[in-house]
């Protein structure tokens, strides 16, 4: 099969070119046709060999499997037979040929970005080819035939396969063909009939005491004709020409000298000449198939493991279309497999038979397997998050919250004896579940129904137990996986508890870490970060997430300079900044985890700093011994009296380290006198060799440490040259070595390394570099200005320029022969030498030089004179008298000069550079006071905090830190995509696209809540005094009610009394009268 999948994967190679035939299968045609032919297959009832034609096509989707040397040798003979030498001629047309579709659709990482080597592309890319050429359609229509148990399950692993890593373009073709289909109604009927008989024959199968999922009669009856549908063996006859019956039988006969081969270097291979393969597709699927002798469940309850495994495809990657439509199909029968899922996942668990207390007697090793796919297709309807399948999940009916809660809080025995992975594995997807029903919820209705079955304390003993558990496995020889390890679970469980304690207090009081010692919820505390980021809705949403392992390996000295140095942007935010940085800071962690295997490189990058502060006190020594003892003399008497001093300064400083902790000071000390006592055993010259020696190797392992902590190692000779930091202490070492070969005035400059490390005395650098270009255009102008003064000076007060000299000492004076021997050798041109001013001695014996006889000097006298005396060239020119004609000329020379010069030009170059250096002292100022008090990721000021709940320490490490914003990215960089919760995978989508909408701006939920309860508190006070407010209006209502009737009453007795007085009036003789 492996060589048929590698022909049908290139089936052009097989005709010549140019060819219609060669044109059709580029195109997909041959595999087309073998999709269409499935069907007709199935329709002529050819059982068999559908079976073959399914398996082949999941075949295409397999991971390239290991069939050694020989199993290698053997298939690269078949495939030249079947190609000729057209396989090596056609590299070109080798690769398959896919649509744009197929290609966007590839993941960066995952399991569809999983090269295919025999495919020469990747999964996704074959799974969209397939796609594209009708095998999603193909799955539907068999699905909906429901065919034999063989047909039916093959279908199904093809349609996981298709699907694997979440496929959008399989999914997209799925249901575009069931909302289109009128039929579609079957597909869902068939799952639903499948997962009801797969309840009613655990119903009536079950045996709660051995934990066996059938009877033995059951088996007898089904079993057999599970294992020989997996055994088939189909044979295609058809007619075929003679000459590819001749290269058939020419390779049978290789085939059979290559099988002879391996039959005598390997007995594996008598066993079987095919090598099992394992396909990326499903690593669940075909669990049961492994070891058919240990199967005990019915195939009817077997296949709803795939069956699962489909489901929970067509859902990966969140997608709400298909979440939605497995739970309403809106036709006139609506059968939702999202409760059904449930239904199934309660009644496997025992509820239904009234076993929820005992469900370790209901879950064995045969059928835990069959309960996670069922805990991780319902996480997966939820995640997104699809509130309306959370909602059919939290309040069903049946017991289902119920069994997955139970499966966190309770122990799964006897499975838990003796195969705890498989309870971890459980109780791991059981927290995900509860933790996917929750998911980006802000109402706390399905939280309050889980807390109300479920006991706080319980569940934070789980996770205390959990982590007890690991570290007893961590200290013998269990091997365990690190994915469900003990530890791992009862962190996830913890998360539970944490997003539990938003709406529980006693719970949140349990797991405050302030007033908590148990070592297991410190760990997890420490391991857990919480961040907030902004849904697509604009609304804030909390995260709560495990810091991934690798973010332990991010130095401290990356998290002062990212933290001191990340840049503003035009809104103020640093955010962008440190966006931009996160694969750099990513780099730095791989590579600090891959250094921990080289421990004498990762103790030197340890204690770079330390290297660095030993190589600056080795440069002050060895500068102090030679501006002391330079020239060096041999002598050592002069160093005798220092002798007692150094042994009593030895003995103190090694006494106190002996008794005291290492102190910096004690360390000098002692280092300094065995310094004194070489001077004086060996002397200065061999004493600076040693210590020029031992700064050289010190600088030597420092650069190791820096390249090592950098990974400059594994990085090309154009990135390393480029590097600054590197190239700089590549010269100081440079100089160390001149000094130490050369001369130890070479040693001086290292005292300029203060200015690196020293950030006071970097900015005053900075201040002069910083406008330089102002400085170097102001200079210009004062050189300029000079020269006019010069030319102004030269053409008028020539005279003036008299300057008093001293005579040159005899060391630096020639003698007269050797000067006049000099001038009658110098024969050049007279520009390249300054000739000699004339001098003149004054009577006092004063000698005096005129230095503006040429221009050259005069510019060269108004330079060093004007510039350097604080009143101008006046200062040194000789001082007019007030008779002269041109001394009202000199008095404006010398003003002018002063003014000019001096004053103006002189001081703008001074106060750009003192404005400049308080620029910088206030920008630093700033930046401290922004990072003291302004979030860095909201950008929310610190009075935004006062007098509320939360205060804005607790803000920025807790809820808006940083480094947890940091360590989310990197969790959604190296966890697997079908793992995504929905949040994570919003996050991913944004940050794959560069773009920042998901961090809070000016924004928190603690402020947001502190609004929402002062909202509330208002509302309560005009509640109170509304209530107030009705209670008076009742009670004026009552008492006018009141005053009402009694003067209807008074109206009526007033009535009665003028009825009274008219009837006297009338008979006024009375009745006696009338009668």
Known sequence: MSVLVDVLHRPQILFPINTEARRDCEKGGFISKLIKHCEKLLRDRDVKLCVKVLQTLKEMMSVDCDFGEKGEKLRVNLLERYYGKQKKDSKKDARPKFNVASIHATPTHGPGSQMLKRAATTLAQVQCHLDGHGASNLVVDLIMTNANHDVFLETVELGIALLEGGNSVTQKSLFVRLTTDRSSEKFFKVFYDRMTNAQNEI??????????????????????????????????????????????????????????????????TEKSAEPPVQVVASPEVGRHRDKPDEVEMPPVVSIMEPILRFLQLLCENHNRELQNYLRCQNNKTNYNLVCETLRFLDCICGSTTGGLGLLGLYINEQNVGLINQTLQTLTEYCQGPCQANQNAIAIHESNGIDIIIALVLNNINPLGEHRMDLVLELKNNASKLLLAIMESRHDSENAERILDIMSPKQLVEVAKNAYHQGNLLDGGDTQRDAENSPKEVGHNIYILAHQLAQHNLELAELLRSKQNTDEALIYYAKHTAQIEIVREDRTLEPIVFPIPEICEYLTPGTKVKVYATA???????????????????????????????????CKAAQHMGLWSTVSFNFAVLINILVAVLYPFSEEREELQEWSLVSWVTLLLSATGLFVSKMSPFLIKSLFVSLVVKLLILIGTHQTLILLGTMMVLN????????????????????????????????????????????????????????????????????????????????????????????????????????????????????????????????????????????????????????????????????????????????????????????????FVYDLLFFFIVIIIVLNLIFGVIIDTFADLRSEKTQKEEILKNTCFICGLQRSCFDNKSTSFEEHIKGQHNMWHYLYFIVLINVKDPTEFTGPESYVYQLVKDRQLDWFPRMRAMSLTHDDADGEQNDIRVLQGQLETTNRIVKELSLQLSELKDQMTEQRKQRQRMGLLTTSASMYPNGWHSVA
């Open 203 to 268: 119903k009536s199968t079950v045996i709660p005491n051995t934990g066996d999922v059938m009877s033995r009669s059951t088996w007898a009856k089904n079993g057999p004709k599970q294992l020989e549908s997996h055994g088939v063996n189909g044979h295609v006859h058809s007619h075929v020409s003679e000459d590819i019956k001749e290269e058939l039988n020419a390779a049978a006969n290789e085939t059979k000298k290559v099988m002879q081969d391996l039959q005598v270097s390997s007995a594996q």
């Open 699 to 890: 600088k030597v392992i420092f650069i190791a440490s820096l390249m090592g902590n950098n990974g400059t190692f594994t990085k090309p000779v154009r990135v390393i040259v480029n590097d600054v930091e590197t190239l700089y202490h590549f010269l100081l070492l440079g100089i160390c070595l001149a000094g130490l070969c050369v001369h130890p005035f070479f040693y001086s400059l290292l005292l300029l390394d203060v200015i690196y490390y020293e950030e006071t005395i970097f900015n005053v650098i900075r201040s002069v570099t910083k406008n330089i270009r102002s400085i170097i255009l102001t200079t210009m102008l004062a050189v300029i200005l000079i020269y006019l003064f010069s030319i102004v000076g030269f053409l008028f007060f020539r005279d003036d320029f008299r300057l008093e000299v001293d005579s040159a000492p005899e060391s630096l004076a020639l003698p007269e022969e050797e000067s006049c021997a000099a001038g009658t050798k110098s024969e050049g041109p007279a520009i390249l030498s300054i000739p000699a001013n004339p001098v003149e001695e004054s009577e006092g014996g004063e000698k005096y030089e005129r230095s503006c006889d040429r221009l050259i000097m005069c510019i060269i006298t108004t330079l060093n004179q004007g510039l350097r005396n604080g009143g101008g060239i006046g200062d040194v020119l000789r001082k007019p008298s007030s008779d002269e004609p041109l001394f009202m000329a000199r």
């Open 567 to 601: 840049e503003r942007d035009e809104q103020g935010s640093k955010v962008a900044d440190f966006f931009d940085r996160y694969e750099d800071m990513f780099a730095e962690m791989s590579w600090q985890k891959k250094l921990r295997t080289t421990p004498y490189l």
